[in-house]
């Protein structure tokens, strides 16, 4: 499965054929293949590419996890995790469709360029019929959009803004992952329901597309229920230290801080926050409240104290005590020794979900798998009844309100789950405004 | 000293057919490395070529530009645009790609080739983070932001006409698409050869060809000039300002030629294309390989790229197959030792190499190969004349 | 006019931090003239000497608890951190105090640090041209960070301020404006006044003392001073471990505001190489009052009422300041001539 291994056999059988002395050696074009890298062997080749460097290599690590941990799954090892809570009973452990899986990996850098050319190399070089994982949006939509032109199909990992299922939708890329507008349409009413309606809320955001869905998407759900918003401020991407943003805030007449930073931006902002001493100031006759709308759980721990009792969503959590949940933690931390992250869970459900539609399709053919996965339905994956959407291939599930714990047990038990918004609550029409402009096209089979 | 700068036309004539023979071979050549797949062939020429560029400026002037990926990016989003307006045809693309950062090199340059030294390295270090961080954020219309500028199935296209529906187009010359691939079974290896990558090949040995036309003129000799004491050249009554300017804007189209073709090979510019850490790439490229020779450059790139994209990609299942014909306990003890240096360790060893090559070879990888080609050439005890590149790597101080 | 003097206090307090960077890198520069690119990478060290104390001081006791099971079916741990349990009180309070107590940790390893560096790596490289310079400390600061990967991981590594210290203070009401118009952190207050006293210090040190005195000779012209038979390379070596410590403290006291992960040197690195210059080679004050300024305008810069007219102002304000300060003084607000200029 390695071209290592390849061109060391490679070089030993050039060895072998001058030795015996044949001349000319035998050319001939590979046949041609009904789609890219169709498998023809008794394996199949998976790509994982996830960031391995860079400030999200934590989390490419975790997902990492995630998926030899599904391969083991599905190639009938272990104690088969969600597999056997999975609503699908096509998944037999005898890898996918009869063939062994074998796996890839390759590092994002976090970058849309170096995250290409990774992929690339696993299509060209390794022959994967698949490439999955990433941790941020710009990354997904870039390698979601090489993925449609080489012909593959990309589930996506960790990415939460509107556009991977909006404007750049493809027809080749799946995301189970939420985004931007269902952490709005879920985190409202919570927040109208604990602050009250009557609040002043001021954004503090990351300057770049992610940002930008999200604050829309907070401002918008919070708007319809009465809140104003004071101000947005947009802050640089490279910022390490946001005092000069956050200072202002208190002398604004807001009440509510809205911080939509992810990752690293989102621990500093957090911690700055809270040393400005917001967390314990009165406006406006009210408590000032921080919310967070996108919380990793892995990225808090950077926080440290800071998340007590901050308010935010989340696309899964290892404390849910559902069958599939506990499953997968069980399974996941028995091989590591401490509970899956969020972005663990979504890239360990994209893999059983695409094996599971090449079973039901018969094929790795894109099209087949494409067609297989649009309009499925499912449960037992952890996010109870959970439906992949036809028209722009995102999946609807319910979505987490989540606080920071404030006596956690643990280094692991940060958060607490405080509601579970259903499904039917974060729901939106395929040409919703913040959707539009987009066209999946046509799914490309390659060759 | 003369000759050295000079060699003969005889030398530069094997030269140039070593340098195309082994480009025109790369495929063949990389493919027991497992680097001989289109992608890494292709970034190995466009780094090849971006990396010539910049020697152009740092190895004959000696100025140290900080900012040069901003050419890169702006190549790049050039080049794209036209993809989306005009035509899927590359032509137009590069074209457009290379004039456009020669005209941004040309102002950037001439305000920072007032300064000298450090000072100088600083200004265009500043040029190109503005470019970057306006390009993630306030730009988005121009640069689609985070995400990258990408070819989309509504753009206009007006030269193309009609292409299907609901199916991206390919990047293409005249017809013949860039990701065409005859796939070459031979020897137990499969060999590909695409076309895109000879595209790239045939602009890298121009470009090379270029660069060494360059080195071995008069004009060349005036930008080394100013390397070695431009204070002596003003007090002749030189004004050295017209030379620098125009190593800079060369070798600013050099990196827009790169960008361009990056975009033509695969349709997306990233603003990270011209954060800091892409323009210090391309000056280590160049250290690595040999400031100031001909190959050298060309040689860093490719040493650069091999292990961001190869060394990155060794998991432990890879390594545990390399050292399969081991005993159970050994081979895990290997793979043990091993592990912290590969996949997401590629950066521990590329920094190590860093380190290793700086101080056993002062004068990067072409050093190396010299006093190798030194020892075997003095073995058969022939006075055979320094091959141009390595007398070029110190030019008299 | 609070929200301008919030900001000034912004200013002074980001600008503290790229003084002392900036004050370490430049001693470096102008004594040694060594484009040294693992700066960062020693301010980063500086961070994690904070976080390794941390780590000692909560080594934790472990008890399983057979009784109660985590959810992946494994006894749970009991953890104790042992310096409460040998400590008592003393022990937690130790551990609240472990971020400014790290200073008595950073300062000898980061001289040691710093005289390693010197003695092993950059002695061999006084010579050679500054492209290798760069080369092989960007090769260094990489595998600093990576070992610092390999050991902490990627995620920020959170270093609160002791209890006491972790409040805000009011200094509006103080100096007569409206309650919350002027809400300032103590750490950060504190912070900058510990930057005061070290940029003092070794100004201090340099002007008042007769090795200060042949280091600035040194920095004026190296060859005179070394033939008037002075040995000026212990001196110098000396220096590169006084700059290594300012720049570790600075990274330690840094902690609480920003959390430490692997490659917050290289985010600095950039930063830190534009203040010296702007603040023009070889001199100490240009350093420190370069990093001010820098540090006071991109607060400015980052005012709404300032944004709405130039958005995306605070982006760049840096890159700008820098370019329109080189091109009106060619050598930085107090560089002297002849460095680092061929």
């Known amino acids: ?447 | 000293m003369t000759n050295a700068i000079f060699p003969s036309k005889a030398n530069d004539r094997l030269l140039m057919i070593f340098f195309i023979i082994v480009v025109l071979a790369g495929p063949i050549i990389l493919a027991p490395f497992g680097a001989g797949y289109p992608d890494l062939l292709q970034r190995f020429a466009i780094f090849g070529i971006f990396a010539i560029g910049f020697n152009i400026l740092f190895g004959l002037t000696g100025y140290l530009s900080f900012g040069h990926a901003a050419f890169l990016g702006v190549g790049s989003y050039s080049a794209v645009w036209m993809l989306k307006l005009l035509s899927m045809n590359v032509i137009p693309a590069i074209i457009l790609g290379v004039v456009i950062s020669g005209l941004f090199a040309l102002v950037i340059g001439y305000v920072s080739l007032r300064r000298s030294g450090i000072y100088f390295s600083i200004l265009t270090l500043a040029f190109a983070q503005m470019s970057y961080n306006l390009a993630y954020s306030v730009f988005t219309p121009i640069t689609n932001g985070e995400t990258g500028l990408q070819i989309l199935l509504d753009d206009p296209r007006v030269l193309d006409g009609g292409t299907k529906p609901g199916e991206l187009p390919l990047t293409n010359l005249f017809g013949i698409p860039m990701n065409a691939t005859q796939k070459v079974e031979f020897l137990g290896m499969t060999l590909q050869f695409n076309f895109g990558f000879y595209f790239c090949a045939v602009i890298l040995i121009l470009a090379f060809y270029l660069s060494l036309r360059i080195f071995r003129s008069p004009f060349g000799l005036m930008l080394r000039a100013v390397k070695t004491n431009q204070n002596r050249l003003n007090y002749t009554g030189v004004n050295t300002r017209p030379y620098t300017l125009a190593a800079f804007v060369i070798s600013g189209m050099y990196a827009g030629l790169a960008g361009s073709l990056l975009a033509s090979m695969d349709p997306l510019a990233g603003a990270e294309r011209m954060q800091w850490t892409a323009s210090g790439e391309v000056v280590l490229m160049v250290i690595l390989g040999g400031a100031g020779t001909l190959l050298g450059p060309v040689l860093g790139a490719g040493f650069i790229k091999y292990f961001e994209n190869i060394f990155s990609k060794i998991n432990d299942n890879v390594l545990h197959s390399w050292f399969a014909f081991m005993p159970d306990g050994l081979e895990n003890v290997m793979v043990t030792l091993v592990h912290p240096f590969v996949g997401k360790g590629w950066h521990l060893t590329l920094g190590l190499l860093f380190m290793a090559i700086v101080i056993f070879l002062p004068g990067g990888l072409m050093e190396g190969f010299n006093r190798i080609w030194r020892k075997i050439t003095s073995k058969r005890e022939t006075a055979t004349s320094d091959t141009s590149s390595d007398a070029a790597s110190t030019p008299a101080e | 006019m609070d929200a301008i003097l919030l900001q000034i206090l912004n200013g002074l307090d980001k600008g503290s931090a790229y003084a002392l960077i900036a004050l370490g890198l430049t001693l470096i520069f102008g004594t040694l003239g060594v484009v040294n690119f693992a700066h960062g990478a020693l301010f980063m060290i500086g961070a994690f000497c904070a976080v390794v104390l941390q780590k000692i001081l909560t080594l934790q006791k472990v008890v399983l608890d057979n009784e109660n099971l985590t959810a992946w079916g494994t006894p749970s741990e009991i953890k104790t951190p042992y310096a409460e349990i040998w400590f008592g009180d003393f022990g937690a309070k130790l551990i609240d105090y472990s971020v400014p107590v790290s200073i008595l940790l950073a300062i000898p390893v980061m001289l040691i640090v710093g005289f390693t560096m010197e003695r092993g790596l950059i002695k061999h490289f006084y010579k050679r041209p500054h492209a290798d310079q760069i080369l092989v400390t960007f090769g260094l600061a990489i595998v600093l960070q990576e070992i610092v990967k390999a050991f902490f991981g990627a995620n920020p590594i959170p270093q609160p301020a002791p209890e006491a210290l972790r409040s805000s203070v009011d200094i509006g009401v103080m100096l007569g404006f409206a309650e919350n118009a002027i809400i300032y952190p103590v750490w950060r207050l504190i912070y900058f006044v510990f930057a005061a006293l070290i940029i003092g210090a070794v100004f201090a040190f340099l002007q008042f003392t007769t090795f200060g005195m042949v280091v600035r000779a040194g920095m004026a012209d190296r060859e005179t001073v070394g033939l008037l038979g002075i040995n000026i390379d212990r001196r110098f070596t000396l220096m590169f471990g006084l700059a290594a410590a300012v720049t570790g403290v600075a990274g330690v006291m840094y902690t609480p505001i920003l959390p430490p992960n692997y490659h917050m040197g290289m985010d600095f690195l950039v930063l830190c190489f534009v203040v010296v210059v702007v603040g023009g080679m070889g001199s100490l004050p240009g350093a420190v009052a370069a990093g001010f300024l820098l540090g006071i305008l991109e607060s400015f810069a980052s005012m709404n009422e300032i944004k709405s007219i130039l958005p995306g102002i605070d982006q760049i304000i840096i890159y700008l300041v820098a370019v329109v300060i080189l091109l009106t003084r060619p050598r930085g607000l107090l560089g002297r001539k002849g460095v680092m200029e061929e």
């Open chain 1, 1 to 447: 499965m390695s071209d290592f291994k390849l061109s060391r056999r490679g070089l030993l059988k050039t060895g072998a054929v001058a030795g015996a002395g044949l001349a000319t050696p035998m050319f001939f074009t590979s046949a041609a293949r009904a789609y890219t890298n169709e498998p023809t062997g008794s394996t199949v080749t998976l790509g994982f590419n996830v960031p391995q460097s860079g400030p999200y290599a934590d989390e490419g690590a975790d997902e990492l996890r995630a998926y030899q941990l599904a391969v083991k799954h599905l190639n009938g090892e272990g104690d088969g995790g969600m597999m056997n809570t999975f609503s699908s009973k096509e998944l037999k452990g005898n890898g996918i469709l009869g063939k062994k899986v074998e796996y890839v990996t390759g590092d994002t850098q976090t970058k849309s360029d170096a995250a290409r050319a990774s992929a690339k190399s696993m299509i060209e070089k390794d022959g994967a019929v698949m490439i999955t994982g990433g941790s941020s949006s710009g990354v997904a939509i870039a390698v979601q959009g090489l993925c449609q032109e080489a012909g593959v199909i990309f589930m996506a990992g960790l990415t939460h803004s509107n556009d991977t299922t909006g404007k750049d939708k493809k027809a080749n890329g799946f995301r189970h992952f939420f985004n931007g507008y269902m952490s709005g349409a879920a985190l409202a009413p919570v927040l109208a329901n604990r602050y009250g309606t009557d609040r002043k809320a001021y954004h503090l955001t990351a300057d770049y597309t992610w940002g930008w869905t999200q604050q829309e998407s907070i401002a918008a759900a919070t708007e319809a229920l009465g809140w104003e918003t004071v101000n947005n401020v947009l802050t640089p991407l490279t910022a390490t230290d946001f005092s000069s943003y956050i200072a202002p805030v208190l002398n604004s007449g807001a009440d509510v801080l809205v911080l939509n930073h992810y990752g690293g931006n989102m621990v500093n902002s957090l911690t700055n926050a809270v040393q400005f001493g917001l967390k314990d100031k009165q406006v406006n006759g009210k408590n000032f409240e921080i919310v967070v709308p996108l919380y990793s759980r892995l990225m808090a721990r950077g926080a440290g104290e800071n998340v007590k009792g901050i308010l935010g969503s989340t696309n899964w959590h290892w404390s849910l005590q559902d069958e599939g949940s506990q499953a997968f933690v069980k399974s996941f931390g028995q091989e590591y020794g401490f509970p899956p992250s969020q972005a663990a869970h979504t890239v360990y459900c994209q893999t059983l979900l695409y094996a599971d539609a090449c079973e039901r399709a018969g094929t790795f053919n894109p099209c087949g798998v494409a067609e297989a996965l649009e309009g499925f339905d499912f449960d037992g994956l952890g996010n109870g009844p959970t439906h992949y959407r036809a028209e722009d291939h995102q999946c609807f599930k319910d979505v987490l309100v989540v606080q920071g714990k404030e006596n956690p047990t643990s280094e692991f038990d940060l958060l607490e789950v405080v509601e579970v918004t259903p499904r039917a609550q974060v729901e939106y029409a395929p040409d919703h405004p913040m959707f539009a402009g987009g066209a999946l096209g046509e799914c490309n089979p390659g060759a």
